[in-house]
Structure formats: structure tokens, C-alpha cells
Nanobody, 130 residues
């Protein structure tokens, strides 16, 4: 089971980026997939999660109205569209899944102490700066 994140880069404040997470070893019809991020000196946090079997999404407040998670089952890829980026959005972004979870809400609210149960991709760096 692998997740491969890509699409990070340097963007100016107010700009947009689309991250991609290519998955292999499982199909996008059951386990939820989520995006998490970690900035230097800060704890990793959930950004958005998607229930791939019914397209139900969950966004914490930091992402509402600016970020959108989606999937393409034909390409086995999950996307994170990020708009109106702010300097505080700069971080390493990771995609992850948990075969033991069934909902986007549960994945995004999984306790950090249990993150070892999840499968993580390598991160992709997002820098927001003028």
C-alpha cells in the first residue's frame, strides 16, 4: 500500500495550488483518504478528509471555504485544491489513509497517538511567500 504526494511548490499569498496523491495497493472505494500538514515547530494537523465510497468530505475550520478535496477513481488519485493561500498555510503536506476507518470525519479526528495505524505518503512542501 503506497501513497505518493506531489504538486507542492512556491506560491504567492492569495494564489492557488493543487496537490495530488496517487495511491496504489488499494482502490478508492472504501477507505477514507485525508490530507494533513505539518509546519516547522508545529504539530501535524488534519486539513481535509474524503470518504471515497460516498464522496462525503470533512474540513476543519482552517480549510473551510478555501480548500477542496476530491478523487478520481479511474486514476486512483486524490486531490487537494487550495485557493487563497496564506503564509500560515506553508507546511509539508501529507496524504494518508486508514484501512480501519470508514468515514472522512473519523479519519480527520483520529487521535495523533493513533496515527501510527495509518498509512502515510511522503510529504510535499508548500511555501507561501511573496
Amino acid at each position: 500500500l503506497q501513497l505518493q504526494a506531489s504538486g507542492g511548490g512556491l506560491v504567492q499569498p492569495g494564489g492557488s495550488l493543487r496537490l495530488s496523491c496517487a495511491v496504489s495497493g488499494f482502490t478508492l472505494n472504501r477507505p477514507p483518504v485525508g490530507w494533513f500538514r505539518q509546519a516547522p515547530g508545529k504539530e501535524r494537523e488534519a486539513v481535509s478528509c474524503l470518504s471515497t465510497n460516498n464522496d462525503i468530505t470533512y474540513y476543519p475550520d482552517l480549510a473551510k471555504g478555501r480548500f477542496a478535496i476530491s478523487s478520481d477513481s479511474a486514476k486512483n488519485t486524490v486531490y487537494l485544491q487550495m485557493n487563497n493561500l496564506r503564509p500560515e498555510d506553508a507546511a509539508v503536506y501529507y496524504c494518508a489513509t486508514d484501512l480501519g476507518q470508514s468515514s472522512s470525519y473519523a479519519l480527520c479526528h483520529k487521535r495523533p497517538a493513533n496515527w501510527g495505524q495509518m498509512n502515510w505518503g511522503q510529504g510535499t512542501q508548500v511555501t507561501v511567500s511573496s
